[in-house]
Nanobody, 133 residues
Framework: QVQLVESGGGLVQPGDSLTLTCDVS????????????MGWFRQAPGKEREFVAL???????????QYRDSVKGRFVISRDFTKKRISLQMNSLKPEDTAVYYC???????????????????WGQGTQVSVSS
């Protein structure tokens, strides 16, 4: 069974930086985990979970990334296939970035560009990011 564990969240001031990490353990009963795109999502209180950033599987050369418009130029997603880890470097944080951040696998192998929440499974338990002065 595949498990995802997010870490790195915290309370910061506007303009600060944080790096979130998602570590993967366990095995898939199907394809190699590196064949799946992975994404970061977030959910603020009273709001629906939304897409933040996406990174492609090992099948894409070069590796592809995609971001929601509000984080472009501030957030950077990366992936270490050897360590089975993805990271999200968040710079110039704003109060509106406050949310619980989750990582997840795309349900299908070798697919890139799908960002709808129902298309991702499994999920981690989330890590809280709070941006406030």
């Amino acid at each position: 069974q595949v498990q995802l564990v997010e870490s790195g969240g915290g309370l910061v001031q506007p303009g600060d930086s944080l790096t979130l990490t998602c570590d993967v353990s366990g095995r898939s009963l199907g394809s190699d985990l590196s064949r799946y795109s992975m994404g970061w999502f977030r959910q603020a209180p009273g709001k629906e979970r939304e897409f933040v950033a996406l990174i492609s599987s090992i099948d894409w050369t070069p590796i592809k990334t995609q971001y929601r418009d509000s984080v472009k130029g501030r957030f950077v997603i990366s992936r270490d296939f050897t360590k089975k880890r993805i990271s999200l470097q968040m710079n110039s944080l704003k109060p509106e970035d406050t949310a619980v951040y989750y990582c997840a696998f795309d349900r299908l192998t070798r697919r890139f560009g799908v960002t709808q929440v129902p298309e991702f499974s499994p999920w981690g338990q989330g890590t809280q990011v709070s941006v406030s002065s």
